[in-house]
């Protein structure tokens, strides 16, 4: 599987934006999905994860009820809908593609990257 992260850029705090990764190979739906973020001098964390079937998600806290994660396996895109964007959450994203849900957390397990798109919050 190959993952083509965009829809990063500048967004002033509060604001919004929509992140997508289209995936490549017709085993898109076999995958869980996920996004991953790495800030200056930090190291990279999970953001928030989306099963198969887009029946089960998964947030870290800090972006728990202003992300939302979702996908369209039609077009084998899985999107990362930001908003209400804080400084702290300027980085570099990346999605990620995994096919044991129960890793879809660990950077260390996952299956496939995407390149990184940036996020850069201005106050």
């Known amino acids: 599987v190959q993952l083509q992260a965009s829809g990063g850029g500048l967004v002033q705090a509060g604001g919004s934006l929509r992140l997508s990764c289209a995936a490549s190979?017709?085993?898109?739906?076999?995958?869980?999905m996920g996004w991953f973020r790495q800030a200056p001098g930090k190291e990279r964390e999970f953001v928030a994860a989306i099963s198969r079937s887009g029946g089960l998600t998964y947030y870290v806290e800090s972006v728990k009820g202003r992300f939302t994660i979702s996908r369209d396996n039609a077009k084998n895109t899985v999107y990362l809908q930001m908003n209400s964007l804080k400084h702290e959450d300027m980085a570099v994203y990346y999605c990620?593609?995994?096919?044991?849900?129960?890793?879809?957390?660990?950077?260390?397990?996952?299956?496939?990257w995407g390149q990184g798109t940036k996020v850069t919050v201005s106050s």
């Open positions: 190979g017709r085993t898109f739906r076999s995958y869980h």
């Open positions: 990620a593609a995994d096919s044991n849900w129960y890793g879809i957390d660990n950077d260390a397990a996952i299956d496939y």
